[in-house]
Every structure is written in structure tokens, then in C-alpha cells.
């Protein structure tokens, strides 16, 4: 796969775990926004890259010294795995986390050339060689397409609202972008008892959906002001907690305005490294005050989310199943792609 050119299906070689690795089993993985940012170069240049980031599976082998995880435990894969020694992890801030741990070892294709797994995981595949520490076992319970989706863009969203953003009973909140990302925050407002939950959107079919998890407003961004329909909402106020799920400086510096004095912004859309910050007054980022937080993988820590996650899930308190729009075979990513570009799914998910 070269930059921008379409995915294929290849052989990969997996080595076997070499000390605190494991190799996984995929059972499922979804095909994120951040596969299609890869594809297209957004995030780097270090092609060719495995994509797939949001799965979940069995533990397949163990290397040595691996104590979290055996082989056959169900687990979800994340790629922010705390490493416990970096100077955040020191600071009390595991979540914050400067050094988060992969694999060392290399999965290439037969011809020996290297892969770049997407996000340290590469899951479009079979199996998959990760870090130990990407493991978290969860309940066997939970169906594989909707437990992978925890991986990334759930828990990003979810913990965007919750954590970065600090969503609460009775706060209100707007969410711009609402794919898979947006959604979860819309869903974490709504578990947290947020009022007055906004979603905004070009497309009414994902507003339609949106609502679907909780929103109790909605707003088509492609007609009128923005910040004046938000404001109108919230009693002329704005909204407490404004998520960016995009990755457009323009739909930043809205969730921007569109929120109360001493507010927070919360950005979990990934801009492309060409975006600039919005040009403003400084006098407006100072006189608003509250704050302006950029969200690495939503502020989770996976050993306490995930397992917490599913047993919302599973208890029919936490919507997973709903993220999953259709279930396709590892040689439908190409097709997912397209799909999610022209806003017809939510998640795909590549079952294996
Ligand atoms: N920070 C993190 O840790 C993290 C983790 C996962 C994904 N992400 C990022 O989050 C973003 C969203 O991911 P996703 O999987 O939900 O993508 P998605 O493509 O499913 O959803 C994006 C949504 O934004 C909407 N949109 C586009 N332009 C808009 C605009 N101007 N105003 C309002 N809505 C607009 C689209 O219609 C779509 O519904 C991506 O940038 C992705 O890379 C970040
Ligand atoms: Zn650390
Ligand atoms: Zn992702």
C-alpha cells in the first residue's frame, strides 16, 4: 500500500512473542477514521502500514515474563498502553502516559519488507503481534465486533466527554462530528446525565443516529450559524463542554464559541499536520477562560475502562452493539473506506 493508493490483502509474517509480547487472535476489528488519516498520509510516511486498530480477539502465544494475560484469555487491544515508569506515569498521570509500550519485534510482509501497524497494532489481519500491555481481558460475554470498537473510537469519545471534557449530571454539552467518535460522547453524556446534549453534523442522517444515542438537540452545520443555533439552546449561554470530533480547525474554532464563559473545549478530532489553529483575538481566549483540551485516546486508562465498558454493555446501559453499522470480511476494507466517506455507516467491522 502506497500513499493514497487503495488496501490490499497480503501475507504477513508474525513473529512469535519475544519477552512481554503476545500475539493475538483477531476476532474483530473496526475500520476507524484514523486507517483511512493513515492511508492517505495524514499520519505518516513510515508506509507500508497494516491498518486495523480497533479489535478484539483471543490471546494466541505469550513471550516470556508476560503475567496479565494467557493464551486464550478474550481481549481488546488499545495503543496507549501505560508504561508505568516515564515521567507522566511517575507524576500520578498514567493516562497521560509519554511512553506507551508496542511490540519490539517487527511484522513484515514475506518478502521481508517491514510493516508499520497502525497505532502499534495493525489488526487487519489474523493475528497480530502487540505489546502484553495492549491486552485487557474483558468478560467473554460481549460479542467480538462491538467489544473491538472499545480499541479506539469509542473509548475516545467516550472518554473525550467524560474525562478530558468532565461531563455531569445536569451539564450540557455539544458534540461536533458525530461518526463513531461523536456518537460516544453523545452516549457517555447521556450515561453521565447531561440535559441539554447537542449534536451537530453535515449529514442528518448521522444527526438521525445521533439521537439515536442520546442527543436531545440536533443541528444540520451545513445551514445557518452554528454557534448562534448552539447559544439558542443553551439559553443564549453556550454550551459547558464542547467536543470536536473532526479534525477541522473551522468546526474547532466553532465548538470554540459555541461555548459558555469558563467552558471546555475538547478537541478528539485529529487534524492533518498542513492545519493551522484558528486566528482569534487573544483577548477572546482569555476573557472566555475555562479551557481548551486536546484528548489523546479520550484521557482512558484501558485496564479500568474497558472492563468497566462491557460490563455497562452487557448490562444494557452503554449502546455498543449500535456503533457496529455492518460486519464485512478482511477484503472489504477498501469498500468500508468509501462508505464511511459518503456517511452511510458508522463502524464497519472486519470480522475474522
Ligand atoms: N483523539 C483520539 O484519540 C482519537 C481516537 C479515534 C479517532 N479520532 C479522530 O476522531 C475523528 C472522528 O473519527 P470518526 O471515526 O468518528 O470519523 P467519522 O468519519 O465516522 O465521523 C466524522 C463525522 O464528522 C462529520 N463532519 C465532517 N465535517 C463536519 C463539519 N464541518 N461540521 C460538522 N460535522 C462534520 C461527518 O459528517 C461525520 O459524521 C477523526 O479525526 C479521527 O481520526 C481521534
Ligand atoms: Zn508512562
Ligand atoms: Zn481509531
Redesign the pocket.
Known amino acids: 500500500m502506497g500513499k493514497g493508493r487503495p488496501v490490499s490483502v497480503e501475507v504477513v509474517v508474525v513473529p512469535d512473542p519475544g519477552p512481554g509480547e503476545a500475539v493475538v487472535r483477531v476476532q474483530a476489528c473496526g475500520v476507524?477514521?484514523?486507517d483511512?488519516?493513515y492511508r492517505e498520509g495524514g499520519i505518516n510516511d513510515d508506509f507500508p502500514f497494516l491498518l486495523g486498530h480497533e479489535a478484539a480477539g483471543t490471546v494466541a502465544q505469550v513471550g516470556p515474563g508476560v503475567t496479565n494475560v494467557v493464551p486464550g484469555d478474550f481481549v481488546v487491544l488499545n495503543w496507549?498502553a501505560v508504561c508505568g515508569n516515564c515521567r507522566s506515569c511517575k507524576r500520578g498521570r498514567p493516562w497521560l502516559c509519554f511512553e506507551t509500550l508496542n511490540a519490539t519485534q517487527k511484522m513484515t510482509l514475506a518478502d521481508g519488507t517491514v510493516l508499520t501497524p497502525a497505532l502499534g497494532i495493525g489488526a487487519f489481519a489474523e493475528q497480530t503481534l502487540v505489546s502484553a500491555a495492549q491486552c485487557t481481558k474483558v468478560d467473554p460475554a460481549a460479542s467480538p465486533a462491538a467489544a473491538g470498537l472499545l480499541g479506539?473510537?469509542v473509548?475516545?469519545?467516550f472518554?473525550?466527554a467524560t474525562y478530558t471534557g468532565g461531563i455531569g449530571r445536569g451539564d450540557s454539552i455539544a458534540v461536533?462530528?458525530?461518526?463513531?467518535?461523536?456518537?460516544?460522547a453523545i452516549a457517555a453524556a447521556k450515561l453521565a446525565g447531561a440535559t441539554t446534549i447537542i449534536a451537530?453534523?453535515?449529514?442528518d442522517r448521522?444527526l438521525a443516529w445521533a439521537q439515536e444515542f442520546g442527543a436531545t438537540h440536533t443541528i444540520n452545520?451545513?445551514a445557518g450559524d452554528?454557534v448562534e443555533r448552539v447559544k439558542a439552546l443553551t439559553g443564549g449561554n453556550g454550551a459547558d463542554v464542547c467536543v470536536e470530533?473532526?479534525?477541522?480547525p473551522?468546526?474547532l474554532e466553532?465548538a470554540f464559541f459555541a461555548r459558555d464563559l469558563a467552558g471546555t473545549v475538547v478537541?478528539?478530532?485529529?487534524?492533518t499536520p498542513d492545519m493551522t489553529m484558528p486566528a482569534m483575538p487573544l483577548i477572546e481566549f482569555f476573557g472566555r477562560g475555562g479551557a481548551l483540551k486536546?484528548?489523546?485516546?479520550?484521557d482512558c486508562l484501558p485496564t479500568r475502562d474497558f472492563p468497566m465498558l462491557i460490563d455497562l454493555y452487557l448490562q444494557g446501559r452503554f449502546p455498543l452493539d449500535k456503533f457496529v453499522s455492518e460486519t464485512i470480511a478482511l477484503d472489504e476494507v477498501e469498500d468500508a473506506f468509501h462508505k464511511?466517506?459518503r456517511?452511510e455507516?458508522?463502524?464497519s467491522v472486519v470480522v475474522l
Open positions: 476507524c477514521h484514523t483511512l488519516h496507549r479506539c473510537g473509548m475516545a469519545g472518554g473525550a461536533f462530528g458525530c461518526g463513531g467518535v461523536g456518537d460516544a451537530v453534523d453535515l449529514d448521522k452545520a451545513g452554528v470530533a473532526v479534525g477541522n473551522k468546526v466553532q478537541q478528539v478530532g485529529v487534524p486536546p484528548s489523546w485516546y479520550g464511511m466517506e456517511g455507516v458508522l463502524r
